[in-house]
């Protein structure tokens, strides 16, 4: 199988890729003061996009 514009078969294009349902251009800011602790909580829950 010949691959087209660089892409696999598998591949999809999106939009956009979103956290906490923002965009990039509209990120969501959360203040915090010194010394307080944060707590992040990544997921992996792509399907195909390994950026």
Do not use: E
Not at 19 to 25: D, F, G, I, W
């Amino acid at each position: 199988m010949s691959m087209v514009n660089g892409m696999d078969l598998n591949d999809v294009k999106f939009d956009a890729y979103l956290a906490n349902r923002h965009s990039l251009q509209d990120p969501q800011i959360i203040k915090v003061t010194p010394g307080t602790t944060v707590r992040l909580r990544l997921i992996n829950a792509s399907a195909s996009t390994n950026y």
